[in-house]
């Protein structure tokens, strides 16, 4: 195996964990040996997996059902963690969300502070309430920003300051716990095969060319798949252990070379 037990008896919490990247990460780590605890709102595709992973091990899974708005659910996703196990070791935060492709002008106030809930201060809650545990074991803390944040995105101003927000979190939780021997990363996707891409894709008129578009836009002429992403987190979290602060791209090469930007020159449609 990859992964070869190297997170054994580690305890692992991960956000948004019974589906796309979230899954892919519980998938390894659960591989590596982790005691993994993972969280999403959907009860019976995290029991499934929860089902899956324990019956294949050699770590384990726990699933806890969590809605990443509520800070109650988030303190008790960390309660449950500490109670079962008694220690944490790295938290993935993972859990987010991607609203409809629209201009400034349709999108309202609300609908931003919502997104930042969930995109952005559910990450800060988890790392608040965990972090006296990650202090007792010098652990880590991996957050699942997005490509977009450092290159933009069409319609998603929203969406794009959320995960920028992400990223700087990390940055200044990286200097603030140096000093307690907690590294705090990010990682961030840019086009990786999740059901959240497939359902963004079958919303546009042509599905399947922008399910072409998507693999074209990256060096590799690919989708990156969910446990990519699980293997990058592994690294950080196992082997990377003198990087904090870092952002490591997943992204298939797409922000390199140069490409038809210009909007004058493309149907102006297109984004919508």
């Not at 709102?41 to 708005?69: H, I, K, W, Y």
């Not at 690919?222 to 490591?248: P, Q, S, V």
Request: aromatic content about 6%.
């Amino acid at each position: 195996m990859a992964s070869a037990l190297r997170y054994k008896d580690k305890v692992t919490i991960v956000t948004g964990g019974s589906k796309g990247i979230g899954q892919g990460c519980v998938e390894v780590f659960v591989e590596a040996g982790s005691k993994v605890v993972f969280c999403s709102r959907g009860e019976t595709e995290g029991r499934d997996l929860e089902a899956r992973m324990n019956a294949q091990g050699p770590g384990s899974a726990l699933f806890v059902r969590c809605d990443m708005s509520s800070e109650d659910d988030i303190k008790n996703l960390i309660n449950t963690t500490v109670e079962k196990y008694g220690q944490i070791d790295c938290v993935i935060n993972n859990a987010g969300t991607h609203p409809p492709v629209r201009k400034i002008d349709d999108i309202s106030a609300d609908d931003f502070r919502r997104l930042l809930d969930i995109n952005l201060v559910s990450y800060f809650l988890v790392a608040k309430y965990a972090m006296p545990y990650l202090r007792k074991t010098k652990g880590c803390i991996l957050q699942d920003s997005s490509l977009v944040a450092e290159i933009g995105q069409p319609g998603s101003c929203t969406y794009v300051a959320s995960k920028g927000g992400v990223t700087s979190l990390t940055k200044a939780l990286a200097i603030d716990e140096a000093a307690n021997g907690v590294r705090v990363n990010t990682f961030a996707p840019g086009n990786i095969w999740t059901p959240m891409w497939e359902d963004g894709a079958n919303q546009t008129r042509d599905p399947e060319q922008c399910k072409r578009n998507g693999e074209n836009a990256q060096l590799l002429g690919r989708f990156g798949t969910i446990r990519e992403c699980g293997l990058t987190c592994l690294y950080l979290a196992a082997d990377a252990t003198f990087c904090t602060g870092i952002n490591i791209l997943l992204s298939g090469g797409a922000e390199l070379n140069y490409g038809m930007k210009n909007p004058l020159q493309k149907d102006p449609t297109e984004f919508l």
